[in-house]
T-cell receptor, first 110, second 112 residues
């Protein structure tokens, strides 16, 4: 089977940097994605890593280490609007079915 | 604009009743999914379909049914056999070769 582990909650202050970790166990790994979901809304795509290394998109960066089955999402210059849940998801196996972690609630304080 | 449309946004159902949630996409995506999300929880896969007239059970399919008669449509029926149906339901789609999952705005189902 597949499983993903991420912290349930992370808190930080405005302007700070925060890292949300994700470890996974799966077979036939293809890639790791990150999604943001505000309360009551739909998840929206943030990033995708298929190869080792860091991908940067504005204030958000995502890292993957395939050998460690580990990735993280890095959020810089935190803003209040970044308060949301963040989910990691893996694509694996021959069916390409995405599996999601339980999500990390990020709370940004002024 | 292209996207995924779910309806209704809010639905109340009496115990023992079946209810159908609509999901339509105009993205020309091959694969469609239904996820269930409970408060403070992750997304759990109910059913998925990678091609018209074919669908597969996900991790929590019991008490649910789907159909995929058209590429654009993937309705979910929550049957009376689903013991705890109150939840937020998300429909999603992907192109078979793509890495981004596109979600609808979700449907809130409450059993009263």
């Amino acid at each position: 089977g597949q499983s993903l582990e991420q912290p349930s909650e992370v808190t930080a202050v405005e302007g700070a940097i925060v890292q949300i970790n994700c470890t996974y166990q799966t077979s036939g790994f293809y890639g790791l994605s990150w999604y943001q979901q505000h309360d009551g809304g739909a998840p929206t795509f943030l990033s995708y890593n298929a190869l080792d290394g860091l991908e940067e998109t504005g204030r958000f960066s995502s890292f993957l280490s395939r050998s460690d089955s580990y990735g993280y999402l890095l959020l810089q210059e935190l803003q209040m609007k970044d308060s949301a849940s963040y989910f990691c998801a893996v694509k694996s196996g021959g069916s390409y079915i995405p599996t999601f972690g339980r999500g990390t609630s990020l709370i940004v304080h002024p | 604009d292209g996207g995924i449309t779910q309806s209704p946004k809010y639905l109340f159902r009496k115990e023992g009743q079946n209810v159908t949630l609509s999901c339509e996409q105009n993205l020309n995506h091959d694969a469609m999914y239904w996820y269930r999300q409970d408060p403070g929880q992750g997304l759990r896969l109910i059913y998925y379909s990678q091609i018209v007239n074919d669908f597969q059970k996900g991790d929590i399919a019991e008490g649910y049914s789907v159909s995929r008669e058209k590429k654009e449509s993937f309705p979910l029926t929550v049957t009376s056999a689903q013991k705890n149906p109150t939840a937020f339901y998300l429909c999603a789609s992907t192109p078979n070769s793509g890495n981004t999952i596109y979600f609808g705005e979700g449907s809130w189902l409450t059993v009263v």
